[in-house]
């Protein structure tokens, strides 16, 4: 067992493999009972019908006419009617906002500060998904081939990034926090 | 190596990933969803992938082991929860990897 312990807590890579599984695991068990509990009670998740409501704004706010939204208990419609956008559970950003979370875990630990900048973090994430689902309303609303090559690689690629430079500020957010609580 | 030679082999390796995800989008399209072809098609690409994701280690001069346990972490999150592999890939390299963290990586393997 003390072993074991060792092995989760070294520098390795065979270590941090494991602490960021295990806490892949503890977030997605979390957010699967989330789902359930909500499915159970025949609603939609709050998480998905906020996005796609913020989104329905952005578009709006991108000029987009006529924007309607509606939402059923496997997601909603965002767009112009015939051109609608099919926001499903999948696309709330969620999954990826566990990995962020899971990742600074394993690598920082626990503590007061961290839970702080996750909150922040993840609802930066959430931030720039709205951003994207708008600016996908809007490419469909005007047609072309724009939108399928923005969703296959552009958004794919720029969110993962968005996410690379939330870790890369991670150290400076951290020495700000120390020197606000010294 | 530097910090922009680095986000630019992410950057690199997150287009290549999406590209190969689109023959079999196609093929899934034209034959079915259920058809055996189908499935051996997303098997094939999933190891192309998975290829892609080898040499994307080696280039960040990520070791052997690390890149086994960045792929193992990967395939687990990916098909027991659903999460994207290449965002679990990027925090092995982003934990492993000098010009991320701005220090001298020196772990006993």
Same mark, same amino acid.
């Given at each position: 067992m003390e072993k074991l312990l060792e092995i989760f807590r070294s520098k390795n890579a065979m270590g941090f493999s494991l602490r960021f599984a295990a806490s892949l695991l503890v977030f997605w068990v979390a957010y699967q009972g989330y789902l359930h509990y909500t499915h159970a009670n025949g609603e939609l998740d709050w998480v998905t019908y906020q996005v796609s409501a913020l989104s329905h704004g952005m578009a709006t706010f991108l000029g987009v006419a006529n924007c309607q939204f509606s939402c059923f208990i496997d997601g909603c419609y965002v767009g112009r009617e015939g051109k609608m956008v099919n926001v499903l559970e999948?696309?709330? @950003?969620l999954k990826l906002g566990i990995v962020y979370a899971a990742y600074l875990i394993a690598t920082v630990g626990m503590n007061k500060r961290l839970v702080i900048q996750l909150v922040i973090g993840l609802i930066l994430i959430q931030l720039f998904n709205v951003v994207r689902i708008g600016i996908l309303v809007a490419l469909r609303d005007l047609g072309g081939d724009s939108y399928f090559f923005f969703i296959k690689h552009i958004f794919g690629v720029s969110i993962y990034l968005s996410i690379i430079v939330l870790w890369l500020i991670n150290p400076i957010i951290d020495k700000m926090f120390s020197h606000a609580t010294d | 190596m530097r910090l922009t030679k680095t986000l630019a082999i992410v950057t690199a390796y997150l287009l290549v990933y999406g590209i190969l995800d689109t023959p079999a989008a196609h093929y899934r399209y034209f034959?079915?969803?259920?058809a055996q072809s189908t499935q051996l098609v997303w098997v094939g690409i999933a190891l192309v992938k998975l290829v892609a994701t080898y040499v994307f280690g080696r280039s960040l001069f990520l070791e052997k082991n690390q890149i086994a346990w960045m792929c193992a972490t990967g395939i687990l999150g990916r098909l027991?929860? @659903?999460?994207p592999f290449p965002m679990i890939a990027l925090g092995f390299v982003f934990f492993f990897t000098d010009s991320f963290t701005f220090r001298t990586i020196k772990i006993n393997n």
């Open positions: 999948g696309c709330n @950003g | 034959v079915g969803e259920d027991a929860m @659903g999460l």
